[in-house]
């Protein structure tokens, strides 16, 4: 190769020279000494580790497959039109387990000019087309034939079986895409895409585009074409091709915005299309709220819904072709509130990508969350929208707390973190893209006003529809159309440092009309924790409630700086509750005289205040901030308040019981029993027909709650018998013995009082279920509670056929919380490591390393980092999950032993 770059070379300067030769001076004056200037062909020598080099940008995908579900692999024909800034004698692109059977380059005057690929040049399938020439200036098209196989591991073009029947799905999202097609597989780079399959007769074929013309071709096959696609970026490619059922929903109404109505379908495994029913039902709610809200019509033409038999994630919000894990899609007669609720959520969260992720695009993976967190924000909103009287006002809250346990961590990464490398993409999705940046928009609506914070957004739909933009465009959007400038630099200290604010907030008053707030901020560390809580501020849109003698009111400020001091204008406050709303992403303490008269008043402060004040009790416990008897106090006090706030004070108590001995844990359980069972005595005595979804929801909780932590004998004795009919433990099985919302705490209590015969009665009935939601709940049940005998014989037999490899990784982590049998988890786990990778999703891979917080002492801790480390090849992109996992098991062990003595006290005294 380097004698053909020599050769170009010369090529290229012998030709300098006859045009100078040529040239047409003909006056015989002195020719010019200044030399023409040679441009050499780009050929970039190292492999990309992230980006790729600038220069070749694609400008439109022309795809045609030949696909059989029932074989092990496919073929395929590409041609990529790219716009080349100069010449290239190399072009770097994406490439993984794929055989390049043809490749070349054809010119805009049909001129072929033949490459040589090689594969694998770096991690994330880095390869590069070598060409026998130089190509020009402009534009080029590159064509490459190949074959590969089908993905067993969920990404890429996938196969998945159910009931012995094969189905291919896609999930491109993020670096798959370059195992179905080589491509240039980066968000910032958004084409048409025009794709064409051939697949055995009699299948379904759905892809991103509207099927157009289908052609019998003779000897089983048929040819599907499908419309070119609006410009979208290769991880929204999307295919499915298999025995597929079909329901044809109501097209979407046309709009003032859309003239044309939205043909909608949706398909599911062989005998599962009724299930699809409520979900396409409130597709067309969902779908109209969005465009009005977003003022932009639905972009995409038509609108496809797929349940695919397996699914390495929730869903994926491929343009007009959304694929479904069927747990977050199907729904019956057996779906929980919760649950149905769940799947709801997720729809709005895909449909809402149509617009933010979709239209607009992020240019790097280091600004992901403009998708994730705008999509989590939105289906709440979505759902408040179109079921106002379902209880979401509240959700966003809700979400936001579940991301600070990872968002305490030293170890957490901030909301757009770097990307310098392809291992570091997966890092990006987690708790912290999607849930806390959920959380941070909802606070800077709240902070902007709901019209002002729209009207920002849609000014970003204009500006970049079918474009890409990054996170200093989208505050630049949200700046002029909210009209407030200054919310730049506050949005900007939260998604680029790590960790949540604690604020410690001191009420005083030093005379009748000198009331003062004064607030230091820090960053949140529980015990343990090597985080400099000093090192960090934020710029916080800061509201406190007030109450005084003259009524209630909200302080509003930009805390900028560690301490601001806030006067009361004259008047002495008789409490301040430091969250106004709750929807504040921080965490606070106050002190006793100000926590007491919080704790007097709970019931007087908003739902969502009630939240962050039970959140602040367990935060402010785990960091050493208050005692074990102000956590109980303060427990008891949330009991009779809004019902999200019960559950999140009701959260601490599987911590508390770890701290416990087991010889102690009965004084928790008797506490438990009379702090919440009133309340749940008193939903129980209802007919759910008098009951919101909230207290529904509060009712399932603390009736799962009261099992396990409670003192119920009665209680579990009749639910053993229900999932003990169930399963079939003495004849036939019965699914209606237990009401869905029951299942899960069915289960466990079968698994830990009903013996042998409820194993095999339930390993049995896994044998004859294809419900994805039923299975997961009884493997996670029994991995999670068996002895030792069933937990070896459920790890054994989830590594042979039978099982999806989203079970196989559900078994493996809940595995290691069998409390009472965890080193014999772990064992059997690192005895079966090499045949269990194989068989986990590609994603959950290097996820797996976080297992390791499941232990909660150093020697543990120590022998767990050593194995993943030893496994490192095996697991690239691990870094992360290791790393929290140790933290985790740190801190559990930190918490142990600075409070357990705590604890033991105050549950004797109590």
């Known amino acids: 190769m380097r004698f053909s770059r020599f050769g170009a070379t010369l090529l290229g300067a012998a030709s300098v020279i006859a045009l100078a030769a040529c040239g047409n001076d003909t006056s015989g004056a002195k020719a010019s000494l200044t030399p023409t200037p040679v441009v050499l062909p780009v050929s970039q020598q190292t492999p990309p580790a992230g980006q790729l080099p600038e220069g070749v940008t694609p400008t439109a995908y022309r795809l045609d497959l030949k696909t059989d579900p029932r074989e092990i692999g496919f073929s395929g024909t590409v041609e990529i039109d790219v716009d080349l800034n100069a010449p290239h004698s190399r072009i770097w692109l994406h490439s993984v387990d794929q055989d390049i059977l043809l490749a070349q380059a054809v010119l805009a005057d049909g001129t072929i000019i033949p ?93 991103n585009g509207a099927e157009t013309e289908t052609e019998e ?20 490619l999307a295919l499915a091709v298999g025995p597929y059922e079909m329901v044809t929903g109501d097209p979407i109404p046309a709009t003032k915005l859309r003239s044309e109505p939205v043909p909608l379908r949706a398909f599911a495994p062989i005998g599962k ?51 479904y894990r069927e747990a977050a899609l199907l729904i019956d007669d057996q779906t929980s509130l919760s649950h149905r609720r769940g799947i709801y959520t997720t729809h709005a969260h895909e449909l809402g990508h149509q617009w933010f992720g979709n239209l607009v695009t992020p240019k790097w993976w280091n600004d992901i969350w403009l998708n994730e967190a705008f999509a989590t924000w939105i289906s709440l909103k979505t759902m408040n929208g179109v079921d106002p009287e379902g209880g979401w006002e509240l959700a966003p809250i809700m979400t936001g707390l579940t991301a600070m346990g990872t968002d305490s961590l030293i170890t957490a990464r901030q909301i757009r973190n770097p990307i310098n490398a392809n291992g570091d993409i997966l890092d990006a999705f987690d708790a912290i893209t999607y849930r806390k940046g959920g959380s941070v928009l909802n606070m800077f609506e709240t902070y902007l006003g709901q019209d002002a914070f729209r009207d920002g957004i849609r000014l970003h739909m204009q500006r970049f529809a079918d474009s890409v933009a990054d996170a200093d465009d989208f505050m630049q959007s949200l700046a002029d159309g909210s009209g407030q400038p200054g919310v730049v630099d506050a949005f900007t200290s939260y998604i680029n440092q790590p960790g949540i604010p604690a604020l410690d907030v001191q009420v005083t008053c030093e005379a009748p009309d000198a009331g003062l707030i004064t607030v230091t901020q820090k960053r949140y560390a529980p015990l343990g924790s090597q985080i400099d809580a000093d090192a960090q501020t934020w710029n916080i849109p800061f509201a406190a409630r007030v109450s005084s003698p003259s009524g209630d009111g909200i302080v509003r400020q930009i805390l900028v700086g560690q301490t601001t001091e806030i006067p009361l204008d004259g008047a002495c406050a008789d409490w301040v509750m430091p969250n106004a709303g709750g929807t504040g992403y921080w965490r606070f303490d106050t002190n006793p005289e100000n926590l007491a008269a919080l704790t007097e008043n709970l019931t007087t402060l908003s739902g969502g205040e009630q939240i962050m004040f039970a959140d602040a009790l367990a935060s402010g416990f785990k960091a050493g901030k208050i005692s074990t008897q102000n956590l109980l106090d303060g427990i008891e006090a949330t009991v009779d308040g809004h019902p999200y706030a019960v559950a999140t004070a009701a959260d601490i108590i599987p911590t508390l019981d770890s701290l416990l001995a087991t010889e102690d844990k009965a004084s928790l359980h008797a506490w438990v029993q009379s702090v919440f069972g009133p309340r749940a005595d008193r939903l129980e005595s209802q007919q759910a027909t008098a009951l919101d979804p909230k207290e529904i929801l509060l009712r399932d909780e603390l009736y799962s709650l009261l099992l396990t932590y409670g003192d119920r004998p009665e209680e579990r004795a009749v639910l053993l018998e ?80 039978g099982f999806s490899g989203n079970e196989v990784y559900t078994v493996m982590t809940s595995a290691m919380y069998n409390g009472e049998h965890r080193a014999t988890a772990w064992s059997l786990f690192q005895a079966s490591f090499d045949n269990v990778l194989p068989l986990i999703p590609e994603i959950r891979k290097p996820q797996i390393a976080g297992i390791t917080g499941s232990f909660c002492t150093a020697e543990e ?32 062990s930190a918490l142990k032993a600075e409070r357990a003595e705590d604890v033991k006290a105050a549950f004797e005294d109590n």
């Open 273 to 323: 299309s009724a299930k699809l029913a409520g979900a396409v039902d409130i597709t067309d709610e969902m779908v109209l709220w969005q465009e009005s809200y977003f003022d932009y019509p639905y972009p995409y033409g038509k609108l496809d819904l797929i349940a695919v038999p397996d699914f390495a994630y929730g869903a994926m919000e491929n343009a007009g072709a959304i694929i």
């Open 861 to 892: 801790t120590e022998a767990a980092r050593a194995f993943f480390e030893s496994h490192a090849d095996q697991i690239p992109g691990y870094e992360r999950s290791l790393a929290q996992g140790i933290e985790r098991s740190q801190l559990c």
């Open 217 to 236: 071709l003779g000897d089983g096959w048929t040819r599907h074409t499908f419309a070119t696609t609006r410009p979208i970026q290769s991880y929204l």
């Open 722 to 801: 229900r999932a003990k009919a169930y399963v079939g433990v003495d004849g036939e099985p019965d699914p209606k013995a237990i009401a869905p919302e029951d299942l899960s705490a069915a289960m466990i209590v079968g698994v830990q009082e009903g013996g042998q015969e409820f194993y095999d009665a339930a390993l049995t009935y896994l044998q004859n279920s294809t419900n994805q939601t039923e299975r997961a709940t009884i493997l996670r049940a029994i991995a999670s509670e068996s002895d030792e005998r069933g937990l070896a014989d459920i790890m054994k037999a989830v590594q042979g056929n």
């Open 115 to 207: 490459a040589t690929f090689t594969g694998d040049q770096a991690p994330g399938g880095v390869s590069r087309l070598d060409f026998e020439n130089p190509l020009p200036v402009g534009k080029v098209t590159l064509e490459l034939d190949y074959t590969a196989p089908y993905n067993m591991g969920l990404a890429g073009l996938y196969k998945a079986v159910q009931s012995d029947t094969d189905y291919l799905a896609t999930q491109m999202e993020p670096i798959d895409a370059r195992r179905m097609l080589p491509s240039f597989d980066e968000p910032r780079f958004k084409t048409p895409w025009t794709v064409t399959v051939t697949a055995p007769a009699g299948m379904a074929v759905v892809a």
